[in-house]
């Protein structure tokens, strides 16, 4: 490939991989805003629009490891364009469904869709940009998440309010549309491997959906305890068929050996339990508690992800001064304060509202940075693609695990009709009640966290990369 030919390959990865990123963290924030608008379409309590956002995060969790061994057999360019169409194609099939059951099942289609993109997004940018212009090219990648995430409240809640919530799909179906067009102007890439584990595969899959699903539903039916146990085991028959793969999808020793790499993805995927929610339970509260319009609420909620990316743009700056292990355990310690502060939200709280936001959302911008250094720094340079792959594992499963406690708890608590006023105050426990929950969790990620960075501390010198 000649360079002029390379340059435009290069700009088109770069611009299909902003647009996915931008719009799949948009379209998933966007929702919070957009729950009791959907709610009153469908006829549904607005605390059942988390089957929503469950059903996307759920598959796509569950789909995540199976998409990874897709793209290792097909290539990875085919795969991401196979992923930019059909993420396309279910993102304008979503404001279709005819029932509320029809919406999470296009939901769950779309997960699946999005999790192609997911995991070779960044697998081509590693294999097709080299390597002295990758840091501006991941910029520009994690710049979109993190633009997509910031604008989502605000645009959110005006699109909701003025066009309605099918037009956040609509405009991502779009988006994504572009980024399969993109994608055909980029060379094809080798398969790695010749044969499909189909059959482990599927396993994964179904273990992972099957455990997360249950989760959900475990105070809706007595058959969920079961689903729960079938889940788990199914996903432990996977753990057992991948150690004994000749060529593992997910290869276990070299996690497991690792206890900086292995501690410090748990601390990520506690990170996501503790604050995922945090959006939603705000959208609840601001729009039904405190009855706020949805444009009012989305200008109120650009407070955290702001925040996050000035936090984000001043972590290499503070790296330099503390080191990564330290910057990580000030910014999970951040998180753990702010989560506390929301257990004590009341209708009249509006200002605690914005500054618990403002310490949740620097604790999130300083600490994702170099939580992500010391996880791909603690591995060798043959197993980057593992740890890329793993971060978005634990990234998507804590977020799937955090719905699924915020509906599994709201459910239990909250027993009133929507709308009526014992309704409110059961909404407004059920929320106080979660926040605890992500308190302690954070307080383990803390804790976690403490024991990594001074292990580390005493072994090696404090990082400044």
Not at 348 to 377: C, E, K, T
Request: positive net charge; glycine residues 8%; hydrophobic residues 55%.
């Amino acid at each position: 490939m000649n360079r002029q030919v390379h340059d435009k390959a290069v700009t088109a990865l770069l611009l299909s991989v902003g647009i996915s990123s931008f719009l799949s963290s948009f379209m998933g924030n966007a929702l919070n805003i957009a729950v009791p608008f959907i709610a009153a379409d469908y006829a549904v309590a607005p605390e059942t629009i988390t089957w929503v956002i469950n059903g996307f995060l759920i598959t796509s969790a569950a789909f995540l490891l199976p998409a990874t061994a897709l793209a290792n057999y097909l290539g990875f360019t085919v795969t991401y364009r196979l992923g930019a169409l059909c993420a396309a194609l279910t993102s304008f099939s979503v404001p279709l469904a005819p029932t509320f059951l029809t919406l999470v099942l296009f939901r769950a289609l779309q997960g699946m869709a999005f999790a192609l993109p997911f995991c070779t997004g960044m697998a081509l940018v590693f294999a097709l940009i080299p390597r002295e212009r990758r840091a501006v090219a991941l910029a520009i990648c994690i710049s979109s998440v993190y633009a997509g995430i910031t604008v989502a409240p605000l645009i959110s809640g005006l699109i909701t309010e003025h066009l309605g919530w099918e037009a956040i799909f609509a405009l991502g179906g779009t988006g994504q549309a572009l980024g399969w067009l993109l994608a055909l102007r980029l060379p094809r890439l080798p398969a790695h491997v010749t044969s499909l584990p189909a059959v482990r595969m599927g396993v994964c899959f179904a273990g992972i959906a099957l455990t997360l699903l249950s989760l959900s539903a475990l105070n809706e039916s007595a058959l969920a305890y079961g689903g729960l146990f079938g889940g788990l085991a199914l996903t432990a028959l996977y753990l057992i068929m991948e150690g004994r793969a000749h060529i593992p999808v997910l290869p276990l020793s070299p996690v497991l050996s690792n206890q900086p790499f292995s501690l410090s993805l748990f601390v990520a995927f506690l990170n996501f339990v503790a604050t995922f929610a945090i959006g939603m339970l705000l959208s609840l509260h601001l729009q039904l508690i405190c009855h706020l319009s949805a444009s009012l609420t989305g200008l109120i909620m650009m407070t955290q992800p702001v925040v996050m990316l000035i936090g984000s743009a001043l972590s290499p700056v503070l790296t330099r001064l503390l080191g990564v292990h330290r910057l990580t355990l000030l910014g999970i310690g951040m998180m753990t304060s702010g989560c506390a502060g929301f257990i004590f939200l009341t209708p009249d709280s509006l200002w605690l509202v914005i500054v618990m936001q403002i310490i949740v959302g620097l604790g999130n911008g300083i600490f994702s940075p170099p939580n992500a250094n010391i996880i791909m720094s603690a591995v060798d340079k043959s197993l980057y693609a593992l740890a890329s792959s793993l971060q978005s594992l634990v990234r998507t499963t804590g977020m799937a695990l955090s719905m699924a406690l915020v509906t599994l708890l709201l459910n239990a608590v909250i027993t009133a009709k929507a709308g009526s006023a014992l309704y409110l105050e059961e909404l407004s426990s059920g929320i106080g009640y979660i926040f605890i929950i992500s308190t302690s969790v954070c307080a383990l990620a803390t804790l976690t966290n403490l024991y990594v960075s001074a292990t580390q501390l005493k072994t090696t010198p404090v990082t400044k990369e």
